[in-house]
């Protein structure tokens, strides 16, 4: 129907930071506010997807219409994408750690007097967008990811969008004088194969809604045969 061109459809967002135990006390993560993921994802279920949401620790509320399932680590946000079983699109969001704890422990790390500090080792993470976007039965036909650049921002979505193998690029410049990061409001350029476009200065959840109804017209496009 109109105003619910998504029903039928099955949706996978990702959203938030990852958390990389250091030991059990101790992480690695970033500043990802989880808000612009968050509002794809309610977004697509106002379209009326069927959305799985696969979300870091965030503080912004859980949104209406989802099934939300809570990880920390990218190892676990990798093994609930993977849970979801088939979907229609992807959208990562998500601002996954590149890289763990090579060896997180158990118990917590002692400081101890006149002992160096211990060496942190880490290792890569999966990538979560390129493992989403491989070639094969099973490839959700639209996969969205994002670049989060302060400079050459097209260029390195264009480059970003070949190098993981996805579709859609959503770029967002997120220099510290345009208050993207953690703000309310995000300036994006939408890169695909028919080639780059400028969108305003919009509401994190405005963005949202534009994406979503634009994953919805895509999706509703007849097949190439
Ligand atoms: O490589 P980079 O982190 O700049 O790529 C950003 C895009 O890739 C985002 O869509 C992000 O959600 C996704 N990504 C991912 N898994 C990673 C790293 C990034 O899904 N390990």
């Not at 007097?113 to 942190?120: A, C, H, S």
């Not at 994953?215 to 190439?224: K, S």
């Amino acid at each position: 129907t109109q105003d619910r061109p998504l029903a039928g459809k099955r949706a996978l967002v990702t959203s938030g930071p990852t958390r990389e135990a250091i030991d059990p006390v101790r992480y690695i993560s970033n500043h990802s506010s989880g808000k612009q993921g968050h509002a794809i994802a309610a977004a697509l279920a106002r379209l009326g997807a069927e959305v799985t949401l696969v979300s870091g620790p965030v503080t912004v509320p859980d949104p209406a219409g989802v099934k939300i399932v809570k990880i920390e680590s990218a190892d676990e946000m990798l093994a609930a994408c993977l849970a979801a079983g088939a979907i229609d699109v992807a959208v990562c969001a998500a601002a996954v750690a590149d890289w763990k704890a090579a060896h997180p422990v158990t118990a917590k790390i002692k400081k101890q007097n006149g002992v160096p500090p211990p060496r942190l080792e880490l290792a890569p993470n999966p990538d979560i967008l390129a493992t989403l976007s491989k070639p094969g039965p099973t490839r959700p036909s639209l996969v969205v990811g994002f670049a989060a650049e302060t400079e050459n921002l097209i260029a390195n979505a264009v480059d970003k969008r070949k190098r993981k193998g996805c579709d859609w690029i959503v770029a967002n410049d997120v220099s510290p004088a345009t208050g993207t990061f953690g703000g309310e409001r995000n300036t994006v350029h939408l890169v695909s194969a028919e080639g780059v476009e400028d969108w305003p200065t919009l509401a994190k959840e405005e963005v949202a809604v534009r994406l979503a109804v634009r994953i919805a017209d895509h999706l509703g496009r007849p097949r190439p045969a």
